[in-house]
């Protein structure tokens, strides 16, 4: 996923913010992962994160001890916005064009239908949309490595985003 987030970003003339949810090299070994598997795995991928994370112009990750973990050449460009919570818009707002022509929300990667049974996030698109009558030209919503659930198309044409929604590998 952080190779397609880089070429859009590179195709798009975009500035490239990486969201790390969970650790791939960095961090803590994943419990249900062989630790044989996990050496292996990162053997192999390593260099290419460390190729994507100085290519990024910021990073963002869910905790201060998750942030710990990556080499220290990334720290400054690193902010933790914690699971759930509000965060201050200054840590990020230098990072970010102010006035794109597009905005887009971009979720990456796969989605169970455990989280599409709660409904507010579509419920509050539609009515964002609506009251402030956003063309689909002006926002796109892209579901990066969900196209395996076969309820998210469902539940995007009930709400009427089609036409706002993309669904890829």
């Not at 292996?40 to 100085?54: D, G, P, Q, S, V």
């Not at 030209?137 to 490595?145: N, Q």
């Amino acid at each position: 996923i952080i190779k397609s987030a880089s070429y859009l970003a590179d195709k798009n003339k975009a500035k490239l913010v990486l969201d790390y949810r969970d650790p791939l090299n960095f961090g803590y070994h994943l419990l249900e992962t062989n630790n044989l598997f996990y050496k292996f795995k990162r053997f192999f991928t390593i260099r290419n994160e460390i190729r994507f994370l100085r290519k990024a112009d910021h990073i963002i990750t869910i905790s201060e001890s998750l942030k710990r973990f990556f080499p220290k050449e990334f720290q400054e460009k690193i902010s933790v916005i914690e699971n759930g919570s509000n965060y201050e818009f200054n840590l990020i707002k230098d990072t970010i064009n102010q006035k794109p022509k597009e905005f887009n929300i971009v979720y990456l990667g796969r989605i169970y239908n455990e989280q599409l049974l709660d409904k507010t996030f579509f419920t509050a698109i539609k009515v964002f949309i609506k009251q402030h009558k956003i063309t689909d030209e002006s926002f796109k919503i892209y579901f990066i490595g969900s196209n395996l659930n076969l309820k998210l198309p469902d539940i995007i044409k009930k709400y009427g985003l089609r036409s706002f929604t993309h669904i890829t590998e």
